[in-house]
């Protein structure tokens, strides 16, 4: 894949912190994205708006506008979220791209009017399998990504009712709604693009007493879920070239 012609500038909304475990091993979720795009081409100014960091007057100064996953859940909308939400809206109908990842995907979804919950299906964790839909295949989002592709995943909230007018690019049996066009310049996805799986490992590891206990009340034999989850655990090429799809095509 090409280079960046020229340095662009990306806002970075962050939107909570990883658990003590996972930012000692892999670090937190901001650098998962620096790590994963790189430097080279890019310049990241990041925002902990989780932390009600002040929002830009507006976001003409950056090529494009990304928001971090979250152990928030947009069911329990907090100040921060609408102010943040309000934002992307207004950025993007500016024209700036905007691309919200997990629960990023999910703010932007409940702002354009469609619905979260928690996930009847349960949660997801670990690399799975999502495949795109025929508007998926033909969306920049996705270009050189197969059919069927490996990404990593940990989310419990899913959109449950797609916003009016959205489009759904991706999706799997655990969640339908796994990749939203929102507009020609706003994208979500549910799973994690920059997320290795070394990220995913630690956040088994650090969630690994509710993820049995999860497994045992749905029938699963004790001891079983965290090993099976991690020895599941396979790299996502997909992710990487998401991203840079995303700052190169839409930018």
């Known amino acids: 894949m090409r280079q960046p012609s020229r340095v662009k500038n990306v806002l970075l909304l962050k939107a909570g912190d990883a658990a003590e475990h996972v930012r000692r091993s892999v670090g937190d979720y901001e650098q998962w994205f620096l790590r994963t795009i790189g430097l080279s081409g890019y310049r990241f100014d990041i925002l902990p708006v989780h932390r009600d960091a002040p929002l830009p007057p507006d976001a003409s100064g950056y090529d494009a506008v990304l928001m971090t996953g979250s152990p928030l859940s947009v069911t329990q909308l907090a100040p921060w979220m609408t102010r943040a939400a309000d934002f992307m809206l ?3 109908e500016r024209g700036r791209p905007v691309l919200g990842v997990c629960f990023g995907h999910q703010l932007l979804a409940r702002a ?20 795109l839909t025929d508007a998926g295949r033909a969306d920049a989002l996705f270009d050189g990504v197969p059919e069927h592709f490996e990404a990593q995943a940990t989310h419990e909230d899913v959109v449950i009712q797609v916003p009016e007018g959205a489009r759904v690019l991706a999706g799997n049996r655990n969640t339908a709604a796994q990749a939203l ?12 693009p920059e997320a290795p799986p070394e990220a995913l490992r630690a956040v088994i590891e650090a969630r ?8 045992v009340s749905r029938g699963e034999r004790p001891g079983q879920c965290v090993p ?14 998401i991203l840079l799809n995303f700052l190169e095509r839409f930018t």
């Open 90 to 92: 207004t950025a993007a």
């Open 112 to 131: 354009y009017g469609g619905h979260v919950a928690r996930n009847p299906e349960g949660r997801e964790t670990g690399t799975v399998t999502v495949s």
């Open 181 to 192: 066009a929102f507009r020609a310049n706003v994208r979500g996805v549910q799973f994690h």
């Open 208 to 215: 690994c007493e509710g993820l049995e206990a999860e497994a």
């Open 228 to 241: 099976r989850l991690l020895s599941g655990l396979r790299p996502t090429p997909a992710g990487p070239r």
